[in-house]
């Protein structure tokens, strides 16, 4: 049958800035992305329903009847077992929201001529950013599971240190780790093809590493942490996604954070993931324009694709930074940084986008890559839709 993970319009704000760039199922919890663990588990390629000025890249593909699926829940075995039971005209619910339904788009946006059957077992899904960080030790282990299911990894060194069972870690093809220590006393440790993890380098489970990325010498690692592919990773990191293509290659300390794609933190680069006053944590929240309290004693940095910071930045507890912010200078910038904003603590600029987009071409090249036209049209009508946001600079 074909599926659709479907975008609602209140979930997808919710979750900005990371998903000005992405639907909500391309966001990295776990392991996988949540539309990678949808097409492994329904054996299928799964297509979008998602913001208009999106879909050229991530497309829909429509039938007369779909199974649509909410682009915010990561599969568990009670919810696939259910979401498989479902027939034409039949919707799985949950406290008035859908989960799943077999039908076309026009039933979806109204319910009518539907059948409605109460999920009763918990969910697993990302409705806050903070979720990304939060659940991602869950997220992670079902997504173990899934991958090395029949599978036998490849030797561990012997230079390795284990603490724990030896069979909470997993190495595919080309997969390297020399001379650290892995710790799964908390979860499982997976270091996905080509990923690598340098000498010197500690680590606690959960923890992912993806394709071709690597920890740098002497790294530390807390769970629950993912890494996604293709980045480079040192310094200490607490509870924590990378989506991928991202660097944090020097010391610093980043914990119960999220960071985008194509961003890149510079040397000494730090967060704050407590407040002093240990109290509970607010965010700017792009649904409500205001920061909402996330009911969280930790939770430190959220940024949207292609930001970075200069050497030293320091972001305080609970920052958001949009898409394509280049961030510098000394002292704490403020806890919501637009999206296209050049500057720091001082008083930012609006970031040109003829210029960011000079930046993000040599970037792409590193990576024998090409920032093409379509992307090029997201970042352009990202860059319309945040200049409420940028007004504060004139």
Same mark, same amino acid.
């Given at each position: ?5 479907? +975008? ?28 990678? $663990? ?43 077992? %259910? ?15 859908v989960l799943a339904l077999v039908g076309e788009a ?14 009763? +077992? ?49 190495? %595919? ?62 310094? %200490? ?67 949207? +694709? ?48 003829? $210029? ?20 090029? %049209? ?17």
């Amino acid at each position: 049958m074909n599926v659709i993970l479907f +975008d609602q319009e209140n979930s997808w704000k919710n979750l900005l800035p990371l998903t000005y760039t992405r639907p909500v199922s391309e966001i990295r919890i776990g392991i996988l992305t949540i539309k990678q $663990k949808w097409d492994a588990e329904l054996n299928t390629n799964c297509s979008y329903s998602t913001k208009n000025f999106l879909s050229k890249k991530f497309l829909l593909k429509e039938q007369p009847e779909s199974l649509f699926i909410n682009a915010t829940l990561c599969p568990t075995p009670s919810l696939l077992t %259910e979401i498989k039971k479902l027939k034409p005209l039949q919707a799985l619910i949950k406290n008035n929201e859908v989960l799943a339904l077999v039908g076309e788009a026009r039933h979806l946006k109204a319910l009518t001529d539907i059948e409605k059957i109460e999920f009763k +077992d918990a969910i697993l899904n990302v409705a806050n950013v903070w979720d990304v960080f939060q659940k991602n030790g869950d997220a992670l282990k079902l997504d173990f599971e899934l991958l090395t299911k029949n599978k036998r990894s490849q030797p561990l060194s012997n230079t390795v240190t284990v603490i724990g069972d030896k069979n909470l870690i997993f190495l %595919e093809k080309n997969a390297k780790a020399e001379a650290c220590i892995f710790n799964t006393s908390g979860g499982p440790i997976y270091l996905a093809k080509d990923a690598e993890v340098m000498e010197g380098s500690a680590v606690r489970g959960p923890f992912a590493l993806g394709e071709h990325s690597a920890l740098k010498l002497n790294t530390k690692i807390y769970g629950a942490t993912t890494i996604g592919p293709h980045c480079k990773v040192g310094g %200490e990191v607490n509870n924590s996604v990378i989506f991928g293509f991202t660097n944090k290659a020097h010391d610093g300390f980043l914990g119960n954070s999220v960071l985008g794609e194509w961003c890149n933190l510079g040397a000494d680069t730090n967060n704050s993931n407590l407040k002093n006053n240990y109290g509970n944590i607010k965010l700017f929240n792009y649904l409500h324009v205001k920061p909402v309290d996330t009911g969280l004693q930790f939770c430190g940095l959220i940024m949207g +694709d292609h930001s970075k910071s200069g050497i030293n930045t320091m972001f305080n507890t609970g920052t958001v930074v949009g898409v394509g912010a280049n961030i510098y200078g000394g002292s704490f910038p403020p806890t919501h940084i637009p999206s296209f904003s050049w500057g720091g603590s001082e008083g930012f600029e609006t970031y040109r986008l003829d $210029k960011m987009f000079e930046t993000a071409e040599k970037v792409f090249e590193r990576r024998s890559l090409k920032l093409d036209i379509t992307e090029k %049209e997201i970042l352009s009508e990202i860059f319309e839709k945040t200049k409420e946001f940028r007004n504060q600079f004139k």
